[in-house]
């Protein structure tokens, strides 16, 4: 069963940085990339950012130029770095993986998530 546990989050002031990592246990026929969600009170679930397993980079307009995401592949691991952190990227975050079980069976694996407070 693929797992995930995610670090890191916490609150900070405005214009502060701080980082989270999610580890994957168990194992995906093929992960297609890891990434990183986020859910704002009333707010639907969005995406952050994401890494594929070639390294190629996805981010929300939002946090481009201020995050960063990044990926060990051998130890199944991803990790947001977040600088400039603004009130409005308070939200709980979510480590999401998305991949395969088999030749034909694909799906999502969720963290428990983790809360980011930026305020002053």
């Known amino acids: 069963q693929v797992q995930l546990a995610e670090s890191g989050g916490g609150s900070v002031q405005p214009g502060g940085s701080l980082s989270l990592s999610c580890t994957m246990s168990?194992?995906?026929?093929?992960?297609?990339?890891m990434g990183w969600y986020r859910q704002a009170p009333g707010k639907e679930r969005e995406l952050v950012a994401s890494?594929?397993?070639?390294?190629?980079?996805n981010y929300a307009d939002s946090v481009k130029g201020r995050f960063t995401i990044s990926r060990d592949n051998a130890m199944n691991t991803v990790y947001l770095q977040m600088n400039s952190l603004k009130p409005e990227d308070t939200a709980v975050y979510y480590c999401?993986?998305?991949?395969?079980?088999?030749?034909?069976?694909?799906?999502?694996?969720w963290g428990q998530g983790t809360q980011v407070t930026v305020s002053s």
């Open positions: 168990g194992s995906m026929y093929r992960i297609v990339a």
């Open positions: 999401n993986v998305r991949g395969y079980y088999n030749h034909y069976d694909w799906g999502d694996v």
């Open positions: 890494v594929t397993a070639g390294q190629s980079t």
